[in-house]
């Protein structure tokens, strides 16, 4: 194909993933304090008898029901994203590169959305929990919610990102980057990181940071584990033909 042609399939590419996500945006904007009340159950479950969220801005009580809206929207239209992508790589790979890149590419949406999961239903409880706990005198607890949205959604990209520890560990073994032995030689290597790493993105306190760095370690040891499985076939065919 011509480059115009590759650049026209392209944009109609793209303007199919953006009709999905406003497809999934209208009515999550319908909804969109209803969304946000659901949002930050997590935190006003733990606020303090009479507080509540405020919105300090003049239009905050606006734009970030819509920021969050418009965030769920393309985490809730991003497998189509992703297919759009897919679409339009897929014709220049090998046969063995599209059966490799398929079920990474439908692992790393799962782990993300896993990652977002565990950050929502574990970790926020223990990690509002923790503030609520934190009392100064003469001042009140009534957390901003332009702030709490932020602060949120790092989270989640954090522990999103955080969950594709198995897809990064499983390429850098099939692209030949770091072979099977090494990882597990950087085993003690990496759990200090997962911990370095947990304790700049979370709170300062040992549980949450914990509750981070855990699911990394088990992550990395998946990611070994996968690789080493993957390798295993293509080291025993060299073996057998070799010996033949």
């Known amino acids: 194909m011509p480059l115009v042609a590759h650049l026209l399939e392209l944009r109609n590419r793209l303007m199919k993933a953006a009709l999905a996500v406003l497809i999934c945006l209208f009515p999550l904007m319908y909804y969109s304090n209803e969304l946000f009340a659901l949002f930050a159950k997590p935190l006003v479950k733990y606020l303090p008898a009479g507080s509540m969220l405020i919105a300090t801005d003049v239009a905050s009580q606006f734009f970030a029901p819509f920021k969050l809206a418009l965030v769920a929207a393309l985490l809730i239209a991003m497998p189509v994203v992703i297919y759009q992508i897919w679409a339009f790589i897929a014709p220049g790979l090998y046969k063995h590169e599209k059966s490799l890149t398929r079920p990474i590419l439908v692992s790393a949406v799962l782990l993300f959305y896993t990652g977002i999961a565990f950050a929502y239903f574990l970790v926020f409880p223990v990690v509002f929990g923790f503030f609520a706990t934190i009392q100064i005198e003469g001042v009140t607890y009534m957390p901003d919610i ?49 911990f370095v790493i947990a304790a700049i993105l979370t709170p300062p306190d040992p549980v ?19 690789a080493r499985m993957l390798s295993k076939p293509k080291a025993e065919a060299g073996e057998e033909s070799t010996a033949s």
């Open 146 to 194: 332009s702030m709490y949205l932020d602060f949120a959604l790092f989270m989640f990209i954090a522990f999103g990102i955080s969950f594709e520890i198995p897809v990064i560990v499983l390429l850098l073994v099939k692209m030949g980057v770091v072979p099977v032995q090494k990882l597990k030689d950087w085993r003690p290597y990496m759990i200090v990181m997962a």
């Open 208 to 226: 949450s940071q914990t509750m981070m760095a855990l699911p990394m370690c088990l992550l990395y040891e998946l990611g070994v584990f996968a």
